[in-house]
């Protein structure tokens, strides 16, 4: 699947992917702090933003889309960075495809089976009847009955939008339930992938965690790790400016 892309600046491509429920909106702030230097590739993964839908995610697949749209871009190489999901996902596309991966960024992610940790949000998406919503506020009001944290909310509302009289998702709720194990999978390839490789901790998230390391030096032997204090999961929304200076000091060491 060739996914849908914004593509701004010039120079050595770095490729952005963005979480589940998340767009390439969601890396904005990061993509316009990197593109006076390199040319920046955000992508909307599928089933997500205003990329195609399909019954089948898996990383293995996400990792084939990523290859599809490389190459109709005429890119050999490029350097990596993935929030979350969008680091699994960066993961697998460097095991499977080590020479065409200059460097990998993963924020806030490890290689790791993850806990399932959205199924209060995926029920509440499914609970709600977009044909009966008449505003954003109707569909906050309606999310609040189960999701008491006022960012989460705020964060999935940025992917409804309005066609006619209609809301819709830009994410394919139905995809999300149906693939939601596979989702929390590890990475399916086994590497290693030796190149120049950093991971991006938020200090008060458990993404990432001591025990992993093990794992993570199988896979990744060269791989680095950088912690920014006072955030959690978001942490490139929450510390945009030291989350771009980590960045860009691996970038340009």
Known sequence: MILHTEITGQGQAIVLIHGLFGSYENLG??????ADQWQVVNLDMRNHGRSGWHDNMSYALMAEDIKDTLDHLGLDQVVLLGHSMGGKISMEFALRYPTRVSKLILADISPVQNRPRHLEILSALESINLDQIRSRQQADQQLALTITETGVRQFLLKSLYKEGDQFRWRFNIKALIANYQELLKAPESKG????????????????LLP?????????FPTSKAKVIMGTGHWLHAEKPVAFSKIVTDFLLS
């Open 211 to 219: 025990e992993h390391q093990s794992v993570i030096l199988q896979l």
């Open 192 to 207: 290693p992938f030796t190149g120049p490789t950093l991971f991006i901790k938020g200090a008060d998230s458990d993404y």
């Open 29 to 34: 702030v990061i993509a316009r702090a990197l």
